[in-house]
């Protein structure tokens, strides 16, 4: 199992950008590909984001695609969302996890315990 503590909510007025991290500790990060999931009240925990063990292949929902940026840094056991041109309809809490590289939050196995992210209007 790989702890994961994410960072970095908040509020910010649509248009804006926030970036999000994900401490990892336990078993190597490394090993894994990380994931950033976001889910608001009464709906399906959904796919944000994903990037591979060594950081070369990422994908992306259809939603951020072109705003949001996943990367990591493996010396650091981190992974970050860099999210920009917010929308209200980004707002939700967001996740990030450890485990494959696709986007079925069911491959992942170590999940953080969210952060909320609130877009104005």
């Known amino acids: 199992q790989v702890h994961l503590v994410e960072s970095g909510g908040g509020l910010v007025q649509a248009g804006g950008s926030l970036r999000l991290s994900c401490a990892a500790s336990?078993?190597?990060?490394?090993?894994?590909?990380a994931g950033w999931f976001r889910q608001t009240p009464g709906k399906e925990r959904e796919f944000v984001a994903v990037?591979?063990?060594?950081?070369?292949?990422?994908s992306y929902a259809d939603s951020v695609k072109g705003r949001f940026t996943i990367s990591r840094d493996n010396a650091k056991n981190t992974v970050y969302l860099q999210m920009n041109s917010l929308k209200p309809e980004d707002t939700a809490v967001y996740y990030c996890?450890?485990?494959?590289?696709?986007?079925?939050?069911?491959?992942?196995?170590?999940w953080g315990q969210g952060t909320q992210v609130t877009v104005s209007s």
């Open positions: 990037i591979n063990w060594s950081g070369t292949s990422t």
């Open positions: 996890a450890a485990g494959s590289f696709t986007v079925a939050a069911d491959s992942f196995g170590s």
């Open positions: 336990g078993r190597p990060f490394s090993s894994y590909a």
